[in-house]
C-alpha cells in the first residue's frame, strides 16, 4: 500500500527538522542563481528559505506527495510547487542550485541517482544533499524489530524504510564525477517535550509508511507497544526527552 504524507504532523517539529537545511544552505556560495529547484519540498516551509536566500532567483518545489504539495502551496503562495517524482525529473533547461533536503533516504540505490543530478546542473551549479544517518539508532531499530513480530510482519514486510551512506560514499561518488566536494556529519541533540516525543517525531516520518500498513484492528496495538519501547530507550529527564540525530550532508559543486 503507498502510503501518503501529514504535513501538520511533520510540522510539530518544524524547527528541529529545519535546522539542518539552515547549516546544509550555509555551505552552498551560489551568488545570484537564476534558476533554484527544491527536490522533495514537504510543505515548503523550508523552500521559502531558498526564496528569501536568493530574491531574484526563480524557485520550484517538487514532491511526490500531493498532500505535501498543497500545504506548500497555501503557505508560500509566492512560489511554484508541483507534484512530481525526482527519480523522474528532467529539466527543461540547467539548474543553477538543486538541493535535496532529507529526501533521498526513501530512494532505494539513490547513489545512482547522482549522476543524473549532477548532470541537471548549469556549468559552476550547487547540488546540497542532506539525509540522516541515524538509521542505527533505537528510533529506527525498535521500528523494525516490532514490525518484524506476528501478527504485524504480514503487513510490513515491503513498507518502504529509509536508507543511506556515510559522508565518505557520497564523496567518492560525486568527486567522481568531477564535482568539487564537502562532505560532513553533524549528530543534534534535540531536546523534546511532551506525551511520547520521540513518537511523535517518528509517526511523521520514518515510521510512517508502517504504520499505515497496519490495518485498523492492528495499528493501536503496535503504536502503544512502539511507543512504550521508544519510552524505555529515550527516558524523560527533569528537562525533556533527548533525541540524537545524527545528519549526513554534502555539497558539491560542478566546474565552469
Known amino acids: 500500500m503507498a502510503h501518503t504524507w501529514d504535513p501538520d504532523r511533520y510540522l510539530a517539529y518544524a524547527d528541529e527538522r529545519g535546522r539542518p537545511f539552515v547549516d546544509l544552505l550555509a555551505r552552498v ?5 537564476r534558476t533554484v529547484v527544491d527536490l522533495g519540498c514537504g510543505p515548503g516551509n523550508l523552500t521559502a528559505l531558498l526564496a528569501e536566500r536568493w530574491p531574484g532567483a526563480r524557485v520550484t518545489g517538487l514532491d511526490s506527495s500531493p498532500e505535501m504539495v498543497e500545504a506548500a502551496r497555501a503557505a508560500a503562495p509566492g512560489l ?22 532529507a529526501v533521498l533516504q526513501w530512494i532505494p540505490g539513490h547513489l545512482e541517482l547522482l549522476p543524473r543530478l549532477v548532470a541537471a546542473l548549469a556549468p559552476g551549479g550547487w547540488l546540497a544533499v542532506q539525509v ?13 524489530q516490532l514490525a518484524a513480530e506476528p501478527p504485524y510482519d504480514v503487513h510490513t ?6 536508507s543511506s551512506h556515510d559522508p565518505a560514499a557520497y564523496l567518492d561518488a560525486l568527486a567522481g564525477l568531477g564535482c568539487t566536494v564537502d562532505a560532513w556529519e553533524t549528530t543534534y ?18 515510521a510512517r509508511p508502517t504504520l499505515q500498513a497496519l490495518p485498523d484492528d492492528l495499528r493501536p496495538g503496535f503504536e502503544a507497544e512502539f511507543r512504550r ?11 525533556g526527552v533527548v533525541l540524537p540525530f545524527r545528519r549526513v550532508f554534502v555539497v558539491a559543486q560542478v566546474a565552469r
Open 29 to 33: 556560495r551560489a551568488t545570484r542563481p
Open 157 to 162: 514486510r515491503s513498507v518502504a524504510v529509509p
Open 80 to 101: 511554484r510547487f508541483e507534484v512530481a517524482d525526482l527519480r523522474d525529473w528532467a529539466p527543461a533547461e540547467p539548474v543553477d542550485v538543486v538541493v535535496a533536503n
Open 229 to 239: 519501547r521508544l519510552a524505555e530507550a529515550y527516558p524523560p529527564r527533569e528537562y
Open 132 to 144: 540522516p544517518g541515524n538509521l542505527g539508532e533505537p528510533s529506527h531499530t525498535l521500528r523494525d
Open 189 to 206: 541533540l534535540h531536546l523534546l517535550t511532551g506525551a511520547d516525543p520521540v513518537f511523535t517525531w517518528v509517526s511523521g516520518t520514518g
